[in-house]
C-alpha cells in the first residue's frame, strides 16, 4: 500500500472510587437500575457539585505513569450537548485546563521501542446508560457521574498492531496501578479511534474518519486495519473519503457507516461556575505518587532482579496483577523463588485453567503454597505425592505439613534398602543386565517400575536410578 496512516486514540477509564466524581452517590457495578443516584446525578435544580478526592488522586498517578507534565491548578468546564443519557443538559469536563498534557507511554513493535506522544489527560463525568429495546430505550442513572478520565494521543500511531498495543499498555498502567479494572468488555475502558491516510511523503493530513465505541484490543486492531484498506481502496478508484463516524461490526470484521459528520459539533465550553478553581499543592501531588502502586515494569525488574526469575516465567507471572500479587504473598514465605515460580505456573495455573478460575477465586493459602514447595525441593515428598497433596488441599483447605502425615506421604532414600530390592527384582529377571549391556536401555526402566511398584511410589528416583545402573552393570 502506497499510504501511510495517521490514527490518534481517544481513551476513556472510569476510575475506581467508591462515590461518583461530583456527588456522593456510591458505585457499585451490581446495583439494580437506579438505585445509586442522588439529586445532581438526575439534574435536581439546587444541586451543586462536590469533586472527589480520590478522583483527583488517580488521575495524578494516571498522569505521572504516562511521563505527563501536571497542572497544580483544577479548572473545570461545561461541555454543552443534549442527549438522553446526559440528565443536565452538560457534561462536567476539563476543555481549557487538563490535569496532565504532554505525555508519552513506549510501546514494542518487532523488538524495538516506540514512544506515542500523549497530548492530554482530563478529568470528567460519565453519562447515564442506555439499554435499548425494539421500540423504546431505558435509561440507568446509576452510571451517571462516574469518574472518568480521557487519555488523548498524538496521532503518531500508524497501524492496528501499534495501537492495540498501546491501549493494552494503557490498560496494564490503569490495572496495575489499581485505578480501574481496566475492564474493556464492561466498560470500563472505552477507545475511539480516528484514522486517516495519506500518501508516503506527505506531510497533509487526509479526511479523518472516527471509529467509536471499540470492546476490545483485537477489535481495535482489525477495525483500524480494515478502515486503512478501505480508505485506501476508495483513493486509489478516484473516490472521496467522507469525514463519518463508523462502527466496528465484530461479525463481519469490517466498519460500518453510523453517520456523517458535516461540520464539527460546537460545544459552547464555559468554564464550570460551581467548581471554583483548586488548587493542589506539591505536598498532595507528590503523596498521591509516592503511594501509587507498583507498575508493571517496575515490578518485572523486581521479579528479575530480587527473585532471580528469567524473564519468561517473570511475565507469565505478571500476565495477571492478582497472579503477581500472590506470587508475592507465596514468596513472603521461602526463597525458593524459581521453584516457587515453577509450582505455580505448572500447577496452581493448569488447576485454574483447568477449572475457568481466577487466581482471586483460589481458596489456597499463599504459605501452604511455599510450604508444599519446601517438602518437594528437600525431597521430603515426591512429584507424585506432591500432586496428590496439593489436589487434597484444595479439597479440604489443610495445610500440606499435616496432609503429609494423614497421607502417609513418605520418600525412601535409604540406600541399603533400595539396593535390596533392585537386586531382588533383578534376580526375578536374570535377563536384565544383559540387556541393558546390550544397549536395551528399557531394562533400567523396567526396573524402576517394578521398584516404584512394591514400594508404591515412594521411592527417591534420583537415588535409584544410580542404583539401578550400579547393578544392571556388574
Known sequence: MNFEAIIGLEIHVEMKTKSKMFSNAPIHFKSEPNTNITYLDLAYPGSLPRLNKQGV?????VCHALHMEIDHTLFFDRKNYFYADLPKGYQITQQNRPIGKNGY???????KKKKIGIERLHMEEDTAMQHHFSDYTLLDYNRAGIPLVE?????????GEEARKYVEKIKEIVTYLDVSDGKMENGSLRCDVNVSIRPFGSDKFGTKVEVKNLNSTANIETAIDYEMMRQASLLIKGETIQQETRRFDEAKKETVLMRVKTDAVDYKYFSEGNIPPIHLSDEFIENAIKT?????????ERFENDYKLNLVDAKILLSSKELSIYYDEVAKNTNL??????????????????NNLTINEFNVKAKDIADLVVLLNEKKINSKQGKDIFAKMIETNKSPLILKEEMGATIISDENQIRSDIQEIIA????????????????QGFVMGLLMKKNKGKVDPIVANKLIVEELNK
Not at 488522586?57 to 498517578?61: E, Y
Not at 507511554?105 to 523488538?111: T, V
Request: hydrophobic content about 35%; charged content about 20%.
Open 428 to 443: 526375578q529377571n536374570p535377563t536384565l543386565p544383559t540387556d541393558f549391556k546390550n544397549g536395551k536401555t528399557r531394562a
Open 151 to 159: 487519555i488523548v494521543s498524538y496521532p503518531e500511531i500508524r497501524n
Open 57 to 61: 488522586i488517580n488521575a495524578i498517578r
Open 105 to 111: 507511554l513506549e510501546i514494542e513493535i518487532g523488538g
Open 337 to 354: 523463588y524459581q521453584p516457587l515460580a515453577n509450582f505455580i505456573i505448572s500447577e496452581v495455573l493448569g488447576y485454574l485453567n483447568k
Open 292 to 300: 501509587s502502586n507498583e507498575l508493571y515494569d517496575q515490578k518485572l
